[in-house]
T-cell receptor
Framework: NAGVTQTPKFQVLKTGQSMTLQCAQD?????MSWYRQDPGMGLRLIHY???????DQGEVPNGYNVSRSTTEDFPLRLLSAAPSQTSVYFC?????????????FGQGTRLTVV | GESVGLHLPTLSVQEGDNSIINCAYS??????FIWYKQESGKGPQFIID?????DKRQGQRVTVLLNKTVKHLSLQIAATQPGDSAVYFC???????????FGKGTTLSVSS
């Protein structure tokens, strides 16, 4: 029972490089989302998706792109990495249940941009 | 700005004590709140949730209280154990079932 799987766990990039953070879920959840977590901060929403082919911006979308071609996968792309994007990134999948929702998080990707 | 936040960044308790972690929110239209626990190096884990039509909800050793008048949430942990040491976040749904808005978090430290 994998749940939400994020790869890689750690990554170091040089300023200006691009990369894709992978996220896959095997729970057949409709909703997926990406967050970043900086020291002393809560998680801030980057982008989210309510289903295959549908994405929307969260609180801090600049510098990131997403796509949702399948229910299972929700990759996050950094187009041109900047030191300000050094953070821990969490992917979550969620579903609606009676009274609200429940979200399941991956283990995170620790990204350093030098 | 953030619509969900926590009052205190850290809380230290002795094993066996009861812990109370607080959270204030600013969006009076929010109708669903969740508490998460995050251990070091891990993603957040769901603890308990509450809808705005409730004042209190109990789980195993945890209770969430909601005061809509003052827009305040609290998480009570009974008989706190060392394994409860973690960062605790409150969060609210943007739109039910889609994504969450998190507060900054409270670090709970439990000493034996």
């Amino acid at each position: 029972n994998a749940g939400v799987t994020q790869t890689p766990k750690f990554q170091v990039l040089k300023t200006g490089q691009s990369m894709t953070l992978q996220c896959a879920q095997d729970m057949n959840h409709e909703y997926m989302s990406w967050y970043r977590q900086d020291p002393g901060m809560g998680l801030r929403l980057i982008h989210y998706s309510v289903g295959a082919g549908i994405t929307d911006q969260g609180e801090v979308p600049n510098g990131y792109n997403v796509s949702r071609s399948t229910t299972e996968d929700f990759p996050l792309r950094l187009l041109s990495a900047a030191p300000s994007q050094t953070s821990v990134y969490f992917c979550a999948s969620s579903y609606s249940k009676r009274g609200g929702t429940e979200a399941f998080f991956g283990q995170g990707t620790r990204l350093t941009v030098v | 700005g953030e619509s969900v936040g926590l009052h205190l960044p850290t809380l230290s308790v002795q094993e066996g004590d009861n812990s109370i972690i607080n959270c204030a929110y600013s969006n009076s239209a929010s109708d669903y709140f969740i508490w998460y626990k995050q251990e070091s190096g891990k993603g957040p884990q769901f603890i308990i949730d509450i809808r705005s039509n409730m004042d209190k909800r109990q789980g195993q050793r945890v209770t969430v209280l909601l005061n809509k008048t003052v827009k305040h949430l609290s998480l009570q942990i009974a008989a706190t154990q060392p394994g409860d040491s973690a960062v605790y976040f409150c969060a609210e749904n943007m739109v039910t079932g889609t994504a969450l808005i998190f507060g900054k978090g409270t670090t709970l430290s439990v000493s034996s």
